[in-house]
């Protein structure tokens, strides 16, 4: 595989760059030559590198093509491959809150034929779950954001998550991966797990979500501001699209307590790690990046101090560009 294939430059066409910086008087019928490569092939490459502004004509003679530089082409091709990616990345980040969007407003019009009902207030909201907990059968699915829970929230979850497992109610929870850096909800997580229940976690959630299939869902009012309350969400359409969400998340999420839950990847990263790559390159603030990881600021910004001295890189738009590069963020 070429090394440059991230940059849209194929096997054939890398050799023919290296070779024309080697050889920059060579022709068609010499770089064939070279490298037993069939005229047309080594044409297509030409054009390929043509196209990504990796040639440009001889001053001297109008007809021959000279490569650029590496220092100047692959810089350029580097830029573009980030611009690429950035809008890549923000036209994710924009499906994303189109699709919460579309599920607020459908949840409105749904009104007349779906029950959508507005809990404020902690305690209101404490009486709903409790309500829904206690008449539960089928399974719980629940997307617990913001890594640390407060102790209130996990002394309150205790006695229902207690009731509905000793019912044998199935249940599931994504907690973010930094709860890892709270020792009350990872203990948490750990005496969930120990009581049957299922947990995993992910990088990044989109919101906090506490689904009881086929009854209803809780979900809050403003998801950057719990404390204005919470909208319980009834009707087939609704709830069919919540937990097709959840589950979406959950495929790609890894098991609590495994080796997948902190192992890095291929590229030497976890989760965390690749996520505060695509939130910074969207353009993100250490302080957004911070709240949508479940982190502190100063955890943040001391991963991504991390990541540069990693990259070897000066700056972030250096680093970007090296993390393309490397293929961390494909």
């Known amino acids: 595989m070429s090394q440059l294939h991230t940059l849209g430059i194929d096997h054939t066409a890398e050799a023919v760059y290296r070779l024309m910086l080697e050889e920059p008087e060579y022709g068609v019928a010499e770089l064939s030559a070279a490298l037993a490569l069939p005229d047309g092939d080594v044409r297509a490459a030409l054009d390929q590198l043509a196209g990504l502004n990796l040639l440009h004509t001889s001053a001297q003679a109008e007809e021959a093509l000279r490569p650029v530089p590496p220092s100047v082409g692959i810089q350029l091709l580097l830029s573009l491959r980030e611009g690429e990616l950035r809008r890549s990345q923000q036209e994710f980040a924009d499906a994303q809150v189109a699709a919460l969007t579309w599920l607020r407003q459908h949840a409105e019009a749904a ?185 502190g600021v100063r955890t943040t910004r001391r991963m991504m101090a991390e990541l540069m001295t990693r990259l070897a890189a000066h700056s972030r738009f250096e680093a970007g560009a090296e993390a393309v590069r490397r293929g961390w963020l494909d």
Not at 151 to 171: I, N
Not at 251 to 259: H, M, S, V
């Open 111 to 295: 009104a007349g034929r779906h029950h959508v009902e507005v809990l404020t207030g902690v305690e209101e909201i404490r009486m709903r779950l409790e309500q829904l907990a206690h008449d539960a059968t089928a399974p719980l699915m629940s997307f617990m954001p913001g890594g640390a829970q407060t102790q209130a929230t996990l002394d309150a979850s205790r006695p229902l998550d207690t009731a509905l497992l000793e019912r044998g109610v199935p249940m599931r929870t994504l907690y973010q991966a930094s709860v890892r850096n709270d020792p009350a909800t990872l203990g948490y997580a750990r005496w969930l797990t120990s009581q049957g229940a299922h947990v995993r976690t992910a990088a990044v959630l989109p919101l906090r979500m506490v689904l009881f299939t086929g009854r209803a869902a809780l979900l809050p009012i403003d998801p950057e501001d719990t404390s204005r309350g919470a909208l319980q969400l009834q009707g087939p359409g609704i709830l069919t699209a919540l937990a097709a969400l959840f589950e979406a998340m959950w495929d790609q999420a890894d098991d609590f307590g495994t080796a997948t839950d902190r192992e890095h990847d291929d590229n030497g990263l976890t989760g965390q790690e690749r996520q505060l790559l695509r939130l910074l390159a969207q353009g993100h603030t250490d302080t957004v990046a911070a709240r949508r990881l479940g982190l």
